[in-house]
């Protein structure tokens, strides 16, 4: 048998065809706690049914109440919703009346929220004109219009807000760290090693390079650089001379420069090779025999007195290579002297201490 709205002057049972249309009811609260005793008494007092006085509580207790009764078609389980109590009676005008002005009271909550948000989100503005916030509260049947969905909407709006906080917040941060980025990148650049770092002081230049000023470096670099590449971003065009400089004066090995400079071991390599080669073609002509009388002009005096005729000091350099895979030049570079597979250099110097010779390479054997 389907249930009836115990409410004075409702016929509504509930039906299929109510049931299709949503309509919802409700059982008397009867549960013991102290919230649910006072909203039992609560309902029973909207529902004013004098005639329930001598009726036992659990014939109470299974009355029903349909939706009609509450302001947005459903109770609420919230007790200071409006819909915590059923207050559509059709005797009860003063509940109509305090409906009504607690859907004004959330309205102007709604709207407000409406309007703190247009600055961040202008999207969501279509329901909300600033000009008219009067006529939205007092317009008592656009109040009516709050469902769930648009309860729905400022909740999202809310989340929308919050979200848009924390991605501000995020952007600050981000753009803190970036300036540390730079700070730091800057920082490191001014410690790393570098010609920067040594230029402005000659003796120094001449320590690293060989070559006498930072003058004569620069007139280096000017001479080479268009013939020559760059390996490296983080490495300037003087950096790579000075690399390549570095391997001849001191000897030192490539992951010692690779340290130093904060780059890989086969930039190193790299740089030194292709670097060399071009630095040989235009320096080779720096190379010159001297004649006799040149000689003579600029003989030191030490020679003068016991070494008149001599015109050249020559000596043999040898150098360590990697092992040949092939086993003639293995054999042909195999030095016995030093148990090593290195190439010979016969260089010769005049006595004012000009290279003035320096021989093709000759395996280590001979
Ligand atoms: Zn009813």
Known sequence: MPDSCC?????????????????????IPSRNTPIDKRRRFEWIKALRREDWKHWPDNKI?????????????????????????????????DAEKSATKKRKIRTRYCHINDKRLKNELPSFQESADPGKTDDVIDDITETEKLTESEKEVLKLKETIKSLQNELTERNKKMFYLQKENEML??????????????????????????????????WLLDLI????????????CEDHLLI?????????????LAYRFDVPECTISKIYRLWLTVLAGYMKHLIVWPDRVTIRQNLPECFARKYRDCVCII?????????????????QSWSNYKHNNTVKYLIGISPAGAVSFLSEGWGGVR
């Open 315 to 331: 000596d043999c350099s040898e150098i360590f290579i990697e092992r040949p895979s092939c086993l003639t030049p293995r054999a």
């Open 61 to 93: 207790s299974k009355q029903k109440v349909c939706g009609q009764h509450f302001v947005s078609g459903r109770r609420s389980e919230d007790s200071n919703d409006i819909d915590w109590v059923p207050t559509k009676f059709v005797y009860n005008k």
């Open 185 to 218: 990148k800057g920082e490191k650049s001014r410690h790393r090693f570098g010609y920067n770092k040594i230029k402005d002081i000659d003796k120094t230049v001449n320590f690293y390079t060989g070559v006498p000023t930072s003058a004569v470096f620069d």
């Open 244 to 256: 390549v400089l570095m391997k001849l004066k001191l000897g030192l090995m490539n992951r010692d």
């Open 7 to 27: 409410a004075i002057g409702c016929q509504n049972r509930r039906t299929c065809s109510l049931k299709t249309l949503g309509l919802p009811f409700y059982n």
């Open 225 to 236: 650089k268009d013939s020559v590449k760059l390996f490296h971003s983080s490495l300037s």
